[in-house]
């Protein structure tokens, strides 16, 4: 019995040494397998995430291009109108594009707008005259619609009567439509931001 418990013991001993060799083998092993797995797919994720912020930034620069162009469009309007360019202003707009005047005259075609722009110019813009936009908030309805609603205000005008008039404000609304690679405005509608200078009218423009 002896030599039998003996055996066991020696051969319990030896089970125990064997599972204790492969343990202090394998457990090495484990960790490596876990941890180039882990990097594995930490190494996605990040691939993952580097794919996800390019598209992200990339969306976000063409966004602000194309609202950078949508802007431009009002601060060209401005600038034409103080240099009495009628075809440069009426040029913002889409060649059937529509414009509702801020004393309420609906004009359709650059050509209608070239021929309303021009005189207009002439008679309210003198050396010290300025125009500008402010204001500006743009929303992107499709990708390659845009609503714009800005202030133009406007300064040192003549008035029909003669007159200087200080400053104009002007509530400018207008939707942006893209035409291939350029923007232009399609519909544009202007009012006065408050009431309007009642030299401004169109009663007192045709007394004078």
């Known amino acids: 019995m002896k030599i039998k418990e003996k055996e066991m013991k020696v051969s319990q001993s030896y089970r125990a040494a064997l599972i204790a060799a ?26 993952a995430c580097a794919l996800v912020i390019g598209a992200i930034g990339t969306a976000s620069a ?10 431009a469009l009002g601060d060209t309007f401005a600038n034409a109108f103080v240099q009495k360019n009628a ?13 509702v005047t801020p004393q309420g005259d609906f004009l359709q075609g650059r050509v209608a707008m070239v021929k309303d ?31 714009v609603d800005a202030l133009l205000t406007v300064r040192n005008v003549n008035g029909p009567d003669g007159t ?28 006065f931001a408050a009431a309007p200078p009642s030299n401004m009218t169109k009663s007192s423009a045709s007394q004078n």
């Open 22 to 47: 492969h343990t202090i083998h394998s457990a090495p092993q484990k960790p490596k397998s876990a941890f180039r797995g882990l990097m594995q797919r930490l190494g996605l994720a990040f691939l």
């Open 62 to 71: 063409g966004g602000t291009q194309d609202e950078a162009a949508v802007r």
């Open 87 to 99: 075809e440069l202003r009426a040029s913002t707009f889409a060649e059937d594009g529509t414009f």
């Open 117 to 147: 722009f021009g005189p207009e110019a002439e008679q309210a813009v003198n050396g010290t005259t300025q125009a500008a936009f402010s204001n500006y908030r743009v929303r992107f309805i499709k990708p390659d619609v845009a609503v």
């Open 164 to 191: 200087i008039i200080p400053v104009i404000p002007i509530n400018f609304f207008f939707v942006a439509v893209r035409h291939g690679d350029r923007w232009l405005i399609q519909d544009g509608r202007a009012h």
